[in-house]
């Protein structure tokens, strides 16, 4: 194409925004639109945890290289959009037999995390109550704060020259490409959407700034930032955005015996939707209807992955080599045949 080439981004959520930077970066016309009431990206504790992902979850533990890859991005991507990228690492704390669970998943994978004493733990994570002995420590894994890294993104691609637009895209309409960077919404845009499965998610944000190291306990997280972040549930299946107490207390008093300072400040609840694929990762690439590239299936892992999908995505809009991932997130890998990407 001679002139810019024009591409719709359906979805305003990390995917979405990554990816509109990069594209305009690449030297598209871009137009995201997203409808607006929140998304999964900003209900989310901003993750970037490779390490503790590929440990603690048996569906991303095959996928640490992959991972770790989109993870290397992230200080580029930090940089460009004037994001805060918290490198500081995360702690796994919890009862002897499940730290030992944990080491050892570390070795299955050829790592080894420090083993830090009850003080030093204390030390890097402000008001942790610790019953235990030790901590082990990872420095692979980093965080963003989401809320204000998505509004950084947005207004460096505002900046980069992307239009934003308030609305649901239903077709590609006038746009060369269209890339779906949607949540658990708009199976009719491409066949390849109807593989995505809900996960409901809920997470609670407790009131105040909070210093230090990302904590990993037994069922539970706590996250530091604008506020403190217990999480997060996964329920799949689930779409609703309903806050269920019987899920969300026992989060709620996991993350305050770690914490208990806490327990006189107010909190709230945050409900997300996440949209999974079969086996965990996420389609990027082109999609059987014509002109469609797809961005989307984070599941848990949107944050983290944002800066490889954005690239895949530049990528295949612009006819480059979308890298050595491609065929992992190939959106026709679960059976339906692709017509191309337009």
């Known amino acids: 194409m001679s002139r810019k080439p024009a591409v719709t981004v359906a979805g305003g959520g990390v995917f979405g925004l990554t990816s509109a930077l990069a594209l ?16 999964a990206s900003g209900m989310a504790a901003g993750m970037i945890g490779p390490v503790f992902e590929a440990v603690l979850d048996p569906v991303s533990r095959p996928h640490l ?28 704390v919890g009862g002897e037999g499940w730290l030992d669970q944990v080491e050892a998943g570390f070795g299955d994978l050829g790592l080894a995390p420090m083993a830090l004493h009850a003080e030093t733990a204390r030390a890097l994570a402000p008001g942790l109550a610790m019953t235990g002995r030790r901590a082990l420590l990872t420095r692979e894994d980093w965080r963003v704060d989401p809320r204000p890294a998505l509004d950084r993104l947005t207004a460096a ?3 980069a020259g992307v239009v934003f637009r308030e609305g649901a895209v239903l077709e590609r309409g006038g746009a060369d490409i269209l890339v779906v960077a949607t949540g658990w919404a708009l199976p009719h845009l491409t066949p390849e959407l109807g593989w995505l499965a809900p996960i409901k998610g809920q997470l609670v944000r407790v009131n105040g700034s909070a210093e230090g190291t990302v904590v990993r306990g ?3 997280y706590a996250a530091p930032g604008l506020d403190m972040v217990f999480g997060a549930t996964m329920e799949p299946g689930l779409s609703d955005v309903d806050i269920d107490q019987s899920v969300v207390d026992p989060v709620l008093a996991t993350g305050l015996r770690l914490f208990p300072a806490l327990r006189d400040q107010s909190f709230k609840v945050q409900v997300g939707v996440r949209a999974a694929t079969p086996d965990g990762l996420p389609m990027v690439g082109p999609g059987a209807a014509p002109g469609v590239v797809l961005a989307a299936g984070a599941r848990r892992n949107g944050w983290l992955l944002a800066p490889l999908v954005a690239r895949m995505v530049a990528a295949f809009v612009t006819d480059r080599d979308p890298g050595p991932y491609a065929a992992a997130f190939d959106p026709g890998r679960f059976g339906i045949h692709r017509g191309g990407g337009g």
Not at 24 to 39: E, K, L
Not at 66 to 87: K, Y
């Open 24 to 39: 305009a970066d690449a030297g598209c016309a871009v137009t995201v639109w997203d409808r607006g009431g929140g998304n």
């Open 65 to 92: 290289d992959l991972m770790m890859a989109a993870r290397n991005l992230w200080p580029e991507l930090a940089q460009r959009a004037g994001i805060v990228l918290d490198r500081s690492g995360a702690l796994a």
């Open 157 to 159: 691609a505002a900046g």
């Open 218 to 220: 037994e069922g539970v």
